[in-house]
Nanobody, 121 residues
């Protein structure tokens, strides 16, 4: 059994900061790429940021310069530091990871349960 648990989020005023974390646990053999997606009410889920096992990062244009993704492979934890938040950042944020389980021949995508981020104007 492999599980991703997203933590953090909450309510913040525009211009403020929040941090999210995502912890992988269970019978996982290795982690590959990890990432954050978000879904606002009535909208499709969209990419926020990704990070490879080697540390290469990629960001959506809308969050570049404001959000920072990082990971601690030893702790099997990924982080998203969100600064200069805007009301349009309001969404449910989901973490995802490519995980290889013990005894498995390849990687599979796993998703966390989602955590709400609300930015008030």
């Amino acid at each position: 059994q492999v599980q991703l648990v997203g933590l953090g989020g909450g309510l913040v005023q525009a211009g403020g900061s929040l941090s999210l974390s995502c912890v992988a646990s269970g019978s996982l053999f290795s982690l590959n790429a990890m990432g954050w997606y978000r879904q606002a009410t009535g909208k499709q889920r969209e990419l926020v940021a990704t990070i490879t096992s080697g540390g290469s990062t990629n960001y959506a244009d809308s969050v570049k310069g404001r959000f920072t993704i990082s990971a601690d492979n030893a702790k099997k934890t990924m982080y998203l530091q969100m600064n200069s938040l805007k009301p349009e950042d309001t969404a449910v944020y989901y973490c995802t990871a490519q995980i290889r389980r013990y005894g498995s021949g390849g990687f599979a995508n796993y998703w966390g349960q989602g955590t709400q981020v609300t930015v008030s104007s």
